[in-house]
């Protein structure tokens, strides 16, 4: 599992279409996205450049949680 702190998100459509871009990330099976606390959290067999760089493009950023 990867978490992500997604900064940006203001609202459930922002949760959407985040939730969605990490979805379309190659190897991603189960994504959970937190509104309030900003978190995204990646089953799967996922790159983290990959998922960052997804959020990216969504116009939102995004740091890997320690
Ligand atoms: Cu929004």
Known sequence: ?????????????????????LESVEGSQDVRV??????????????LDKLIAAIEEEGYSASAIA
Do not use: R, Y
């Open 1 to 21: 599992m990867v978490a992500l702190k997604v900064k940006g998100m203001t609202c459930n459509h922002c949760v959407k279409s985040v939730k969605e871009a």
């Open 34 to 47: 937190d509104l309030g606390s900003g978190i995204a959290k990646i089953d799967g067999q996922v790159e």
